[in-house]
């Protein structure tokens, strides 16, 4: 009797033992997963974020991801603003005088070198803020704070206000009442010339006290420089925003008309091989490309896109006025360069791929929405 129930202790003891050991590995392991889960979630939050900022807060991809981040979360830690109550609202390249990106603290030393880098317009929709920044967003400045949209060019004086807005109005071919001024900055210039003087021009060799004033229009951003009155403004070209001047299409140099049953089309020309390839999208959804001059039609593909499709980039069509640009043509040089004619039932558009990026922005959006289609074609 003793021995069974000694065996019997020990045997309960054994099951007891190892109850406990698999009770601790479950443990660890329900650790585990719990911290699994955790980062995870945190990874998630942080892609999320990050998704935020690029999507909601960068108007084009010509300002560099970095740059637009380092902005947004400087603004946010100083102000207790969270990011995603904050949006850019306009940007440029800039090439600023010196390192301190033009914005030196008083008694600061700056090294007399040209800066390359962006001023970048941040706005919570009450207020707005200004920031100069190094090519790289490494470097970064704060440039005026708190400062509400309607009352940045208070302090600018009325006649040079006047004579800036006007001056970009005729440039961009906009009404004044489109124009906002974003930055204003007093400037003591070093010639008469405003230091913008053209080729073979004679400035005289003098201070000029005046203004370096920043015009944010719908497709451009233009910077000028005055003097103290308004009666001398110049743009400068460097600084300004480089959104190409387009030109008018010949009439001779058009191509056809669309037919009935064709929604756009897209003519590729140049390149290295100096081939012409025409791609046309039609009511029910054939996307059609062909090599034009290929007298076997060897290279013709047949292609669909679903109904909805056509209706969404005929609605992208209309949201971006493509119509408003009808028959210009945006050139850029360059060798061996491939252009493009885009042609809807209201028009043709004719760029390069190296004028690409520097079209106006809706344009750049029609582009966009025409690749997606020919991307997601069958």
């Not at 000028?224 to 600084?239: D, F």
Request: aromatic share 6%.
């Amino acid at each position: 009797m003793k021995f069974l129930t000694k065996n019997y202790l020990i045997a309960n003891q054994g099951r007891i033992l190892t109850a406990l050991i698999l009770t601790g590995i479950l443990s660890v392991g329900s650790s585990l997963i719990l911290i699994k889960e955790a980062t995870a979630l945190a990874e998630n939050l942080s892609i999320a974020t990050r998704n935020e900022v690029s999507k909601e807060n960068i108007k084009s991809n010509r300002l560099p991801r970095p740059i637009a981040n380092a902005v947004l979360e400087d603004l946010a830690r100083r102000q207790g603003i969270l990011i995603r109550e904050l949006k850019i609202t306009n940007y440029n390249q800039q090439t600023w005088r010196d390192g301190c990106l033009e914005l030196a603290q008083p008694d600061e030393i700056c090294t007399q070198a040209l800066v390359r880098g962006w001023l970048v317009v941040v706005s919570d929709g009450k207020q707005n803020w200004i920031y100069h920044t190094n090519s790289n967003g490494r470097s970064l400045r704060l440039a005026s704070a708190n400062t509400r949209s309607e009352n940045v060019s208070d302090k600018l004086p009325t006649p040079v206000k006047n004579a800036v807005l006007q001056a970009a109005s005729r440039r961009l071919q906009q009404p004044i009442s489109q124009l906002k001024i974003i930055e204003i900055q007093q400037q003591t210039w070093r010639n008469g010339c405003l230091e913008l003087a053209t080729t073979d021009e004679f400035c005289t060799q003098a201070l000029i006290p005046g203004w370096r004033v920043i015009v944010g229009g719908n497709e451009q951003t233009l910077v000028y420089h005055t003097n103290q009155t308004g009666s001398a403004v110049r743009l400068n070209e460097k600084a300004s925003e480089s959104t190409l001047k387009p030109v008018r299409i010949p009439a001779s140099e058009l191509p056809p008309p669309l037919d009935r049953d064709v929604v756009f089309r897209q003519i590729s020309s140049g390149g290295f091989a100096g081939r012409t390839y025409e791609t046309v999208l039609l009511k029910d959804g054939r996307l059609i490309r062909v090599r034009i001059g290929d007298a076997n039609d060897s290279e013709r593909t047949v292609r669909r896109v679903s109904l909805q499709q056509v209706e969404q980039f005929l609605r992208s069509l209309q949201r971006y006025r493509f119509s408003q640009y009808q028959n210009l043509s945006y050139p850029a040089d360059g060798a061996d360069l491939i252009t493009y004619t885009l042609t809807s039932q209201k028009g043709t558009v004719q760029y390069n791929d190296i004028s690409k990026s520097n079209l106006p922005k809706n344009l750049q959006l029609v582009v966009k929405a025409w690749n997606q289609i020919t991307a997601n074609a069958e």
